[in-house]
Nanobody, 121 residues
């Protein structure tokens, strides 16, 4: 069982930055891909970014490329999401996720409780 605890959400003005953190109960260097999803009010949950355990490759949704960066600190068993140039449409609950690689994709099996990010215009 993997437990994930997010922190770092809050209220920020458009154009500002936030860094989300996710503390994992397992070693982030273990065989889990780590990532972030988000869900805005009235919308479906959507993928934001992920980092592969095997080679630390990262990838993200087109909507956040160039603005969001995912990284991990294996010494702290923590994964981060640095969010810059925030827009009102980034407002959502952000979830940290962990899962097992399945070929070129990931089976996201573990979810944190979520942290609210609100971007004001």
């Amino acid at each position: 069982q993997v437990q994930l605890v997010e922190s770092g959400g809050g209220l920020v003005q458009a154009g500002g930055s936030l860094r989300l953190s996710c503390a994992a109960s397992v070693r982030t260097s273990s065989s889990y891909d780590l990532g972030w999803f988000r869900q805005a009010p009235g919308k479906e949950r959507e993928f934001v970014a992920a980092i592969r355990w095997r080679n630390s490759n990262t990838y993200g949704a087109d909507s956040v490329k160039g603005r969001f960066t995912i990284s991990r600190d294996n010494a702290k068993n923590t994964v981060y999401l640095q969010m810059n140039s925030l827009k009102p449409e980034d407002t959502a609950v952000y979830y940290c996720v962990a899962g097992s690689p399945v070929g070129s994709t990931t089976s996201w099996s573990y979810w944190g409780q979520g942290t609210q990010v609100t971007v004001s215009s």
